[in-house]
């Protein structure tokens, strides 16, 4: 799991971050593999996969001062946490577009090579920027 897929995921936090990871801590079996990572911004970062039954896991959890992110890289979902005192918090999930970026990669190859048309795919862009937006202070 850690080579498979962990590898992929710390990948997609040094992207996004562009930080300097301070400390990590890991925890790992052959199916199930945790990390905790802190950057240089003040910034945690958790990145959890596993495949051990009946729980399958794949999870990027980002804890600023003022919030918490959570990512299901499984189903595709993002959730924002916000303190609201010490007691409680506001959730809100954040629409994330989780249409299969592969295969529209695929049909614009294709478009390319029926009728020259070609067209910009590039997804990493945008989810940096999603992110830088979702991490500015409040």
């Keep these: 799991v850690s080579l498979d ?3 992929h995921d710390l990948d997609l936090v040094e992207y996004l971050f562009d930080k300097q990871v301070t400390k990590v801590d890991r925890i790992m079996t052959t199916e199930h593999s945790m990390y905790q990572m802190e950057l240089d911004n003040n910034i945690s ?3 959890t996969s596993s495949w051990l039954f009946p729980f399958r896991r794949r999870k990027i959890e980002v804890l600023t001062s003022k ?3 959570e990512a299901n ?3 595709k979902s993002l959730y924002e946490y916000t303190a609201i005192d010490n007691t409680c918090c506001n959730m809100k999930r954040v629409w994330v577009d989780n249409s299969d970026s592969l295969s529209a990669q695929l049909v614009s190859f294709i478009r390319y090579i029926n009728n020259g048309e070609a067209e910009s795919l590039c997804t990493s862009d945008t989810a940096k920027g999603v992110l830088t937006w979702l991490l500015m202070p409040v």
């Design 5 to 7: 897929l962990s590898v």
């Design 45 to 47: 970062v958790g990145v």
């Design 67 to 69: 919030k918490l992110y």
């Design 73 to 75: 890289l499984i189903d």
